[in-house]
Structures are given as structure tokens and as C-alpha cells.
């Protein structure tokens, strides 16, 4: 896991050397043991090193035998050694045992293909001196960012966007179509990025760019194929074999490893497979909230982790802890994201940084096996546009009325009657819905919103499109892997992790695991009212059946009530002041009613109020400054 940036002038002029610096430098929290640099005329590249695969011999940049290719990579090839075999055997010569150097010499032997031999989590970039060009690629599901933009002649290039904020003509303006589908999505949606000129490199590209071309393609386009015929005995054989082999292949390292535990079914599997294939006790590490006790997952986690032996840790985070990190939170991040628990796995990775480099990690199986509350109401929007019209009609009118925190439920019944499927996932995700937006926005935001109601959607139509012939379930999990992911959960957890410089790994997201489970027809997915149908029973060979039905209690917290009592000057300051920059955007007279309603109790804003304070911080952080 590392940090990479780059420079690279299409007219040919030479890069400037203090400019690259500064940019790596910006990414030293990244890479905390070492650095290096590769600098030949129009290109230059840097590189910030954590080091986890061959500690003593993978600095880079690293070439190939000839140094005519040159990589900087962050991430984690997992099957580099077998690829290591293949290469060797193709004639290849290896100075290193690093999985850095598989991916030039890949790249010498398949080309642009080389990133579809690939088994990892990945961001690279390769300087190919024969035609003076750059080859950019990001992993198969997003796991780890890469950042670029234009600027004038020269394409720049980083793991984070502070990174590209270091060059000096590199701009801090807001998108504003990007902000309107923050504030319909909860996250930014790739290629997009909040800043004006500053894309993301979307899951599965690749970009090529030469002195007069660039290029940007995909190179997984996994539809999903479904199976028509199937014994549910060998599927779930089969499942349960291709995550094992995601383990151990995972488990793969030169330095000690660690997971995050929660009380769920998905990490405690790993838990029990990491115990099979480790010779020492596993290090496990958990967080809870002060003030969630109902909720938190402490007690169920350490009860896991002693049935298998595991050397546990954990600890209480308050709401001092939580209001002192928020604003240096923006920094770490780079973009906001309607996701209020989100800054614990800031302590959480800072706890486990302090005795491991490395942590796997539960996420990503939700997504792909239709784990949440919000995929239940695709199945019951079927049954809903079956009722008569005036019913349907009443009910969503009296509820969008009733002033109690019934804020889900609000935007769920919103969401069933819409018949155009898009537009109801769009529906479902936006907890500012179309009379809010309206009432919320105003100036340039209102008027582009007054334009197209629901024209963020367009920001999805991308993902939609390769499965429009599909079930409107498999279509929302499909959509939801490939953006919410990435774009959300996976770029907070790895920001957040690496801001403590440690490596975060994702099993569940084997782009093999990911593939066999959208191979599966939906109801092996959501079956009656539960999700993750043949995963929790594929589950029960490594845990027994109160772990693996245990009610899913998600990562609850009490940011709703700390909004009201500690967090409420903070919220103030940055929502209802003078100095307070969201007048440019938004209405503050709605504004400050949204806050006395949710500070009065009667009813649920803390996720508008949160979104709203997280883009005023971000704003000063990054724009107004």
C-alpha cells in the first residue's frame, strides 16, 4: 500500500522537479517508509512506500530489464506469485520478490491486457519509454483511488486529490453538477469529483495518454450471466471455496496482519478462515460509541473473537473524540459524504495501526448479496404498484406529512410508486427529496434543479445500461457494488486507513466472488425478507447459527443526538452563522429550520444536517481556505 503521483507534459516540455515533490510529499502519510522518484524530460513520477511485500528490495519506481518501463503502484497484486512463475517462464528476469514488478513485466508480456491477469487491489502507472506514453489503470471494483485532471498541457495524476492541489494551476473551484448529486446520491458519483476539473478514474479503466491521444477504457465489463439451472448444495460448495481461496490469498504478506471484527456474519466468517490458515493468534479489533450501547457491537465482537482464540482490542469512541477529529476528517477524505459513522474508522484504523500494517475487512458483501433494509423495497415496490392508485397516493401523502423521524420510511414509500426504475433507485439513495432540493437550493444550484428534477440520475445511466434486461433487484445490486462502493464505503475506508498509514484488504470483493455471486438468479440472494439468502448459509461451515442470523445491527451510533447536545455549536458555527459559506449554494432560512425541527425532536435530519456541516467544513478546507 503506497501513495503515487505524476506529472506528464503532452507538449514535451520538462517537468518541474519541486512541483513533483511537493506533490509526494502530500502522500507521505501514505507511505511513511521511503520514497522515490523517476524523472526523464515530459515525465515524472513519485512515490511514497509502505512497506508490506518485500520489504528490503521493493522500492520503486521499478523497471523492467531493459529500464525502458517504469512503475509506481498502490495496492496489492495477491496472486503475484503464481503470475511471478508465468512470467519467469515466458523468459522474464526478476531483480525483486515484489508484486511491483510483476505488474511491468505483465505489462511487457500482455500489454494493456496485463491488468486482466491481475488478482488485487490496484492503482498503477506505467511510463513506456518506446512510445513515450503513460498507462494508468485502477482495480476491477475501485478498492484503491486514482485521481487526475488537465491542466493546460500536462496531465497530473495522484492517490488523493491534495496530492493534485499541490500543483499550482491545478483548480479549487466546485463542480456544480457534481454537488447536485451529492446531495441526491450521499457521494459523489465517478467520474466526477467535487472539484471542478478533478475526475476519478472510474472501477475497471484504464487510461493511456501520449503527446496527442488519451484514452480511457474499460476493461471488466462484468455482466451478470444468471444460471438457469442449479443445486443450491453446489453453490454454496463453490462460494465457499472461492472466498476461502480470497483469504488465503489476502493473507499474503511480510508484515503482520489484523482484522476489523464487528458482531456481523461477514467479518466473524473471516475471522474463523484467517484462524485455519494462521499459525498465531489473529489480532481482531473492534469500535464502539459511548451513548450506543443498545446498538453496539463491542460485547457480540469480543465473544467471536474468543470462540476462536483471537487476541482482541477495542475501544469506546466519544463524542469529544468524534467533534475533535471531524474537521481534520474533511482533509483525510478530500470529499464529503452523507456517511455519519464514517469517522470512527478513523480510530478504529488508528487502534490497529498501532500493532499490525495490515487489516482485512468484512465490507463489500452487502452490495452483492442484497444485505441492506433499502433492497426490500425493491421487492416490495412490485406488490405496491399492484394497489389501487388512490391508496397508493394517500399513503405517501399522509406519511411525506407526519412530522415524526420516520425519515427512511418517508423516502422508501416516496420511492415504490415510481415506475421508471432509475428514477426510484435515484428516489431510494436521496434522502433530500425534489420538494426539499427545492426548497433547499438556490441561486446557480436552484436553477440547473429546476432544469432536471432527477438530472443526477444521468451520473448512474452508465452502470443501468449493462443491465437494463435484468430483474430491477439485480439492477440496484449491481449499481450499488459498482458506485456506492467504490465512490463511499471503499474510498472513506481507505482514506480514513491510510491516513494512519495503515493497509486495509477487502476479501469479499474478489472480483472472482463478486462474479459467481452476480451469476446467481436474485432469489438465492433476497429470499422472502432476508437477504444474503445463500451467503449466511454457505456461512454456517465456520460459525454457528446465533452468529450467522444475528440481527444486523449495521454500525449504529448516536451522531443524531450528539447533533443536538455537544455537536450542536459545531452544526451552528457552520450552518447558521455569518461566516458560514452554504448561503452560496442553499437557502439558510430553510437551513436553520431543518436544524430547529431535528433539534426539537420532531423529527430525523441528522443526515441533512451532517451532509450540510461536512460540505461547510470541506468547503474551508479545500476552497475558501
Known amino acids: 500500500m503506497c501513495g503515487i503521483c505524476g506529472i506528464f507534459d503532452r507538449s514535451g516540455r520538462s517537468v518541474d522537479q519541486g512541483v513533483l515533490a511537493r506533490m509526494t510529499d502530500a502522500l507521505a502519510h501514505r507511505g511513511p517508509d521511503g520514497e522515490g522518484f523517476f524523472i526523464d ?295 464529503p459524504v452523507a456517511h455519519e459513522p464514517a469517522p470512527a474508522f478513523y480510530f478504529l484504523a488508528q487502534m490497529t495501526s498501532q500493532r499490525v500494517k495490515v487489516a482485512l475487512t468484512g465490507q463489500g458483501a452487502d452490495e452483492p448479496w442484497a444485505g441492506y433494509d433499502r433492497y426490500l423495497g425493491v421487492k416490495l415496490s412490485s406488490l405496491y404498484s399492484r394497489l389501487p392508485t388512490m391508496v397508493t397516493g394517500q399513503l405517501a401523502s399522509l406519511i411525506g406529512k407526519v412530522p415524526l423521524p420516520m425519515e427512511r420510511l418517508k423516502r422508501g414509500v416516496a420511492s415504490l410508486a415510481e415506475p421508471d426504475i432509475l428514477t426510484r433507485f435515484t428516489k431510494i439513495y436521496s434522502f433530500f427529496s425534489a420538494d426539499m432540493k427545492a426548497q433547499l437550493y438556490s441561486g446557480a444550484l436552484k436553477a440547473s434543479f429546476e432544469k432536471a428534477r432527477f438530472g443526477p440520475k444521468e451520473a448512474l445511466r452508465r452502470l443501468q445500461a449493462d443491465v437494463e434486461h435484468l430483474d430491477p433487484l439485480t439492477q440496484m445490486l449491481y449499481i450499488d457494488t459498482r458506485a456506492n462502493l467504490p465512490d463511499d464505503l471503499l474510498m472513506v475506508a481507505d482514506k480514513t486507513s491510510m491516513a494512519t498509514s495503515l493497509e486495509v484488504r477487502v476479501p469479499f470483493l474478489d472480483h472472482r466472488l463478486v462474479r459467481f455471486i452476480e451469476s446467481l438468479p436474485p432469489d438465492l440472494k433476497l429470499r422472502g425478507m432476508t437477504g444474503k439468502y445463500l451467503h449466511k448459509k454457505a456461512m454456517t461451515k465456520w460459525l454457528p447459527p446465533e452468529t450467522v442470523y444475528r440481527k444486523k445491527k449495521g454500525f449504529a451510533h448516536p451522531v443524531a443526538d450528539w447533533l443536538r447536545g455537544p455537536m450542536k455549536s459545531l452544526v451552528d458555527d457552520c450552518l447558521l452563522s455569518s461566516d458560514s459559506y452554504m448561503p452560496r449554494y442553499f437557502d439558510q432560512g430553510y437551513i436553520r429550520q431543518l436544524v430547529t425541527r431535528h433539534q426539537d425532536g420532531k423529527e430525523q435530519f441528522m443526515r441533512h444536517i451532517y451532509l450540510l456541516v461536512s460540505l461547510e467544513l470541506w468547503h474551508r478546507t479545500f476552497i475558501s481556505r
Open 41 to 335: 524530460r515530459e515525465i515524472g513520477m513519485g512515490h511514497r512506500r509502505l512497506s508490506i511485500i518485500d520489504v528490503e528490495g521493493g522500492t520503486q519506481p521499478i523497471g523492467n530489464e531493459d529500464e525502458t518501463l517504469q512503475v509506481i503502484f498502490n495496492g496489492e497484486i495477491y496472486n503475484f506469485i503464481e503470475l511471478r512463475a508465468e512470467l519467469k517462464a515466458f523468459g522474464h528476469q526478476f531483480r525483486t520478490v515484489s508484486d511491483t514488478e510483476v505488474i511491468v513485466h505483465a505489462y511487457e508480456q500482455w500489454g494493456e491486457d496485463c491488468v486482466n491477469h491481475f488478482n488485487g487491489m490496484f492503482a498503477f502507472a506505467i511510463f513506456d519509454g518506446a512510445d513515450r506514453s503513460v498507462f494508468l489503470a485502477r482495480d476491477h471494483l475501485g478498492i484503491k483511488p486514482l485521481y487526475a485532471a488537465l491542466v493546460g498541457d500536462q496531465l497530473i495524476f495522484a492517490s488523493e486529490i491534495g496530492a493534485l492541489l499541490k500543483h499550482p494551476r491545478c483548480p479549487r473551484e466546485v463542480d456544480m453538477d457534481a454537488l447536485a448529486e451529492l446531495f441526491t446520491f450521499r457521494f459523489v458519483p465517478s467520474p466526477k469529483t467535487l472539484f471542478r476539473g478533478i475526475f476519478k478514474l472510474p472501477p475497471g479503466h484504464w487510461m493511456r495518454v501520449a503527446k496527442e491521444d488519451l484514452q480511457i477504457r474499460r476493461f471488466w465489463n462484468c455482466v451478470p450471466e444468471q444460471r438457469s439451472k442449479y443445486s443450491e448444495p453446489d453453490l454454496i460448495e463453490e462460494y465457499q471455496a472461492l472466498l476461502e481461496d480470497a483469504v488465503r490469498l489476502q493473507l499474503r504478506s511480510d508484515v503482520p496482519l489484523g482484522l476489523f471484527l464487528s458482531s456481523g456474519v461477514d467479518s466473524s466468517a473471516l475471522l474463523a478462515i484467517m484462524s485455519r490458515h494462521s499459525q498465531a493468534p489473529v489480532q481482531t479489533f473492534t469500535i464502539g460509541f459511548e451513548g450506543g450501547d443498545s446498538s453496539n457491537e463491542v460485547d457480540d465482537a469480543a465473544e467471536t473473537a474468543r470462540r476462536f482464540g483471537a487476541e482482541h482490542h477495542s475501544m469506546m469512541l466519544s463524542h469529544r473524540d468524534y467533534i475533535a477529529y471531524f474537521e481534520r476528517y474533511m482533509r483525510d477524505i478530500e470529499e
